[in-house]
Nanobody, 120 residues
Framework: VQLQASGGGLVQPGGSLRLSCAASGSIFSIDFMGWYRQAPGKQRELVAGIISGGSTKYADSVKGRFTISRDNAKNTVYLQMNSLKSEDTAVYSC???????????????WGQGTQVTVSS
């Protein structure tokens, strides 16, 4: 299973970016997809996550500004980031918890990080 992330870049404060992460490979089901971020000198944190049933979870710092969504047919998760702030600057990584067979164990996969820089 591979996760391919895209959409990072440089944006001014107040601007928007959309991150995408597509999962491919031997996938039976994806129980969770989410975005984590890690800024220099800080611990990695969960930014937003979405489970197979559609329930979502957000870090308090991004509530009301970021929206996570999922296209199950494409095994793709999106993170729409609006009203970006300098403190959102970090490397963003996508994560997926996958089952390759059912019943079967869950496997945890990570995509490559994508840099998001918010600066004027």
């Amino acid at each position: 299973v591979q996760l391919q992330a895209s959409g990072g870049g440089l944006v001014q404060p107040g601007g928007s970016l959309r991150l995408s992460c597509a999962a491919s490979g031997s996938i039976f089901s994806i129980d969770f997809m989410g975005w984590y971020r890690q800024a220099p000198g800080k611990q990695r944190e969960l930014v937003a996550g979405i489970i197979s049933g559609g329930s979502t979870k957000y870090a308090d710092s991004v509530k009301g500004r970021f929206t996570i969504s999922r296209d199950n047919a494409k095994n793709t998760v999106y993170l729409q980031m609006n009203s970006l702030k300098s403190e959102d600057t970090a490397v963003y990584s996508c994560n997926a918890v996958v089952r390759t067979v059912v019943p079967g164990p869950q496997y945890n996969y990570w995509g490559q990080g994508t840099q998001v820089t918010v600066s004027s």
